[in-house]
């Protein structure tokens, strides 16, 4: 981990700036992947400051760290209940719009998705 001059890591000040985001309405959810080893300092920080979040295992040593608005949350809740290399294109599709990522490139994303499994099914028969 790399630390930086004022000793927080560079992992928390990403996470403390999604934060600072979500406080000014920039963003409206938040998708996060951090270090276990953070994961009960992130928690701490989201009850603190009274914001909605649940957690997803990400791997051995990593944790998805998802918060913002319930009405979003919600709707996460019932898109992401697997892994996330799991979801289908569309899940994947949704998930990525509601994150607010670009619009084109996820369409450029869930078009090459749905190709690759195309040919995959072709492949098995």
Same mark, same amino acid.
């Given at each position: 981990?790399?630390?930086?001059?004022?000793?927080?890591? &560079?992992?928390?000040? #990403?996470? %403390?700036?999604?934060?600072?985001?979500?406080?000014?309405?920039?963003? *409206? =959810? +938040?998708?996060?992947?951090?270090?276990?080893?953070?994961?009960?300092?992130?928690?701490?920080?989201?009850?603190?400051?009274?914001?909605?979040?649940?957690?997803?295992?990400? &791997?051995?040593?990593? #944790?998805? %760290?998802?918060?913002?608005?319930?009405?979003?949350?919600?709707?996460? *809740? =019932? +898109?992401?209940?697997?892994?996330?290399?799991?979801?289908?294109?569309?899940?994947?599709?949704?998930?990525?719009?509601?994150?607010?990522?670009?619009?084109?490139?996820?369409?450029?994303?869930?078009?090459?998705?749905?190709?690759?499994?195309?040919?995959?099914?072709?492949?098995?028969?």
């Amino acid at each position: 981990m790399v630390m930086l001059s004022c000793g927080i890591p &560079g992992e928390i000040k #990403v996470f %403390l700036n999604h934060i600072y985001e979500y406080k000014k309405g920039v963003r *409206h =959810l +938040i998708l996060y992947t951090l270090n276990k080893c953070y994961e009960p300092m992130a928690v701490e920080r989201l009850e603190s400051e009274g914001i909605n979040y649940f957690t997803q295992e990400a &791997g051995s040593q990593s #944790v998805n %760290l998802y918060f913002g608005r319930p009405e979003c949350l919600a709707a996460i *809740h =019932l +898109i992401a209940t697997k892994p996330l290399n799991l979801l289908s294109p569309e899940e994947d599709f949704i998930l990525g719009a509601l994150l607010g990522y670009d619009l084109r490139l996820q369409c450029e994303r869930y078009c090459h998705q749905k190709k690759k499994r195309g040919q995959k099914a072709m492949q098995a028969k």
